[in-house]
């Protein structure tokens, strides 16, 4: 079993194996970080799109109870998860099988990508909860609204927000 699930790390780019077997969780560089920016970039604009269409009264109560929990958490790797889990709660709104297999594919690499970032801005600023909070309130405004254009418009802005921070503060990759 440990050997699978070293193998499923693998494949889904989180784990790497040097030339005697061993393995290490995979750093991040400034490439990876692009490449993972653009795929988040095309997925959740459609998703953030789908969701302020088809989100349910229900969804909405599962969003804001998300947002209330990351304005309460007491660590970084706390706020976290809870940004991924808000981004998954906003795929379950757009419900759509097939994004929802692509987040699946990159969901590993995504979290580590959250993690990482959110990490290093954290020992720079230590504002990433508060920035989280309101970015996720924004987005989730939009969402309330129905307008699917803007809530694609707000996902893009969401997310460029990261890179800009992390172009602006010249990360040297992510780890």
Not at 32 to 56: H, M, N, P, Q, S
Not at 104 to 130: C, H, K, P, Y
């Amino acid at each position: 079993p440990v050997r699978e699930a070293t193998l499923v790390l693998e494949r889904d780019g989180l784990l790497v194996f040097d030339e005697r077997g061993g393995c290490r969780v995979r750093s991040l560089d400034d490439r990876d970080f692009e490449e993972i920016y653009e795929i988040r970039l095309l997925l959740e604009c459609e998703v953030f799109r789908l969701a302020a269409i088809r989100r349910t009264d229900a969804q909405i109560t599962l969003l804001e109870r998300n947002i209330a929990q990351m304005e309460r958490a007491k660590s970084i790797a706390k706020v976290s998860l809870l940004d991924i889990e808000f981004h998954e709660l906003m795929l379950q709104a757009a419900d759509n099988s097939r994004l929802t297999r692509l987040w699946e594919i990159m969901r590993g690499q995504i979290q580590l990508f959250t993690a990482s970032l959110q990490r290093q801005a954290n020992d720079l600023t230590a504002d990433v909860r508060e920035t989280s909070v309101e970015g996720h309130r924004e987005c989730l405004s939009i969402i309330i609204s129905r307008d699917s254009e803007r809530a694609a418009d707000t996902a893009r802005l969401h997310l460029e927000t990261w890179r800009k921070w992390m172009l602006t503060n010249k990360c040297e990759g992510l780890r």
